[in-house]
């Protein structure tokens, strides 16, 4: 079965441009969860959807935002970028909500000049 | 506010030897799960160990094992006979609230001495 994939891996992008990520989760997952992680703040989480429905979200400004699609894939956007949104983006699959295993994807690393 | 506290930022083993790591969390809920995640360097988040609270016995898989201690909001991992594919980020994460959000700690580098 393959795993969590994750679209760019690697990302570089300007102040105020915007950028599109893209996970696809395990088949069968229904549940797609975001994180960013820096180095001073650790992972946070950003939010999670389930069956196409937002479920959960982190504490992060509305320039944050994603979707997931019928088949599970989803997609997180962030607008007006800023150089503090530089970070390592992971997505996790989950067959139902996140209280059991969640199964990472490699990430996308987006650096913002 | 519910927390998850990780006090050792870096720890560092021989090769072979036992090693603990600590996590301290705060919540008022009675239903949550906890879980211990490895991040190897340049490589994936996996999932270690995990523990659910209304379980009273500690969980163990092969050289990783859990000291739970629910009165204490304590959830300790210990690795035996450490290894060099040891090597990695740790990350202690609870899942505690009625929308079973995962709560992250700050993480513990462990580091293998050969």
């Known amino acids: 079965k393959a795993g969590v994939t994750q679209t760019p891996r690697y990302l570089i992008k300007t102040r105020g441009q915007q950028v599109t990520l893209s996970c696809s989760p395990i088949?069968?997952?229904?549940?797609v969860s975001w994180y960013q992680q820096t180095p001073g703040q650790g992972l946070q989480f950003l939010f999670e959807?389930?069956?196409?429905?937002?479920?959960n979200k982190g504490n992060f400004p509305g320039r944050f935002s994603g979707r997931q699609f019928s088949n599970s894939r989803s997609e997180m956007n962030v607008s007006t970028l800023e150089l503090g949104d530089s970070a390592l983006y992971l997505c996790a699959s989950s067959w139902g909500l996140a209280r059991g295993e969640q199964f990472f994807g490699p990430g996308t690393r987006l650096t913002v000049l | 506010a519910q927390t998850v506290t990780q006090s050792q930022p870096e720890m560092s083993v021989q090769e072979a030897e036992t090693v603990t790591l600590s996590c301290t969390y705060d919540t008022s809920e009675s239903d949550y799960y906890l879980f211990w995640y490895k991040q190897p360097p340049s490589r994936q988040m996996i999932l270690v160990i995990r523990q659910e609270a209304y379980k009273q016995q500690n969980a163990t898989e092969n050289r990783f094992s859990v000291n739970f201690q629910k009165a204490a909001k304590s959830f300790s991992l210990k690795i035996s006979d450490s290894q060099l594919g040891d090597a990695a980020m740790y990350f202690c994460a609870c899942s505690m609230d009625s929308n079973y959000q995962l709560i992250w700690g700050a993480g513990t580098k462990l580091i293998i001495k050969p």
């Open positions: 088949s069968g997952h229904r549940s």
């Open positions: 959807y389930f069956s196409e429905t937002q479920r």
